[in-house]
């Protein structure tokens, strides 16, 4: 017999249920060395697996056809009742997994989507309980005689157990705290590249902040998983990297004239997926910042890519900055209000922009009621209420109408209203 197949003899045998073939590889990829694994997109051939041959832990999905993961647990209880018994469930399955835990035997149960690090742990403790309880068991069984020392010996592993426990949660806490500590370290890198950016654009502080707590928000709107939500957050924090690169003239180019005379090897889309594509951790970032400026119609620059082939975060972030541009732009002395920059940006539905982003852009912004997100919206004086925080001064006319953190009162609404009658104009602020 050789080393491998010892060692592999020795590993626990775990068999996974779940109807995503997805979910499966990635179990696979994840627990292959440390567990002898089977695996299973159907309950009753699982079952049927059962019958005949032994395994040491279960892990099943809760939200299955067919047969859901209590059901199914239940079932594995009464064919082997000694395995270790755990379950994958999101947290609006509670009630279910309470059925389980209580008629399936279910040792644990551990979240959807999980945390690889700490499903590792979940298992390692299930896997030791599990050993121990054997052991406890065999003893038993050899010990039955003496009675007074298997329990003192029961005793000795319980204390185990414990100790075993307590040391698994420990490298849980720290495995967390090291978690925390690099998510507040990239906060921290992000928000000084933002500021770098804004220092070298000359874009009012805030504004890369703002187009990215949009973005974010019209990702949510459109239903796509938290990941996704968090990378188009991201790329929209760094959307304006490229532009350190750029010559003073080049920052002057208006981004909504035709980008015909425009040399795409020297765009700031181009030039900063370059800079985010050399750090390994946001590689996965560039597509988003490269073709930013792509037109739906493909027209766009750099690679003329049409419709459905613009990566989503591209194309979300395409909508958002332009519009934030036609009513705030540094460079832009025509400044719309809110609703004509809405119907500007209508006029080029498949031509510039994805209409659905449109669609659920314009709807967060019109119904911040019910918007669950970190947000800051741009609002007229017809979105305007009394008690709203501006998060950026009012600037009209070189002068400081409005500061930042002020909140709004009804005598400032009617204020700025005769303003715009005034001077035949539209106020635009920037609210919380």
Known sequence: MTNETATESSLLTLLLLDDEKDILNAL??????EYKLVVFTEGQEALDYLQENTVD?????????NMNGAEFLAKSRDIQEDCIRLLLTGYSDIES????????????????PWDNDELKISLAKAADYYQLRKQAKQLSVSLFSANEELADLNKLLESKVTQRTAALEATKNKLSDSLDTQKKLLRDVLEMISSTIEYRTGAGAGHVRRIALQCRAVAVFLEFD??????????????????VGLSDELLQHDPLESQSSFDNLAGHPVIGAKIIGRVKRFSS???NIRHQDENYDGTGAPDHLIAESIPMGARIIRAVKDFDY???????????????????LLSKVDIWYDKRVLEAFFSILSDRENNPEEMEYSVGLEGLKVGDSLIEDLVLNGNVMLTEGQQVSAAIIEKLLRYETENNTKVTLFIS
């Open 326 to 344: 036609l009513i705030a732009g540094k460079e832009n002395r025509l400044r719309m209000s809110i609703q004509d920059a809405q119907n500007w």
């Open 97 to 112: 997994t309470v059925k389980a835990i209580n008629e399936g035997g279910v040792y644990t149960y551990i979240g959807k």
């Open 285 to 287: 970032l560039t597509e």
């Open 57 to 65: 832990m279960i892990m099943s999905d809760m939200r299955m056809p």
């Open 226 to 243: 938290v990941a996704t939500c968090k990378r188009i957050y991201f790329c929209a924090l760094l959307h304006e990297i490229g532009k």
């Open 28 to 33: 696979r990829r994840l627990l292959r060395k």
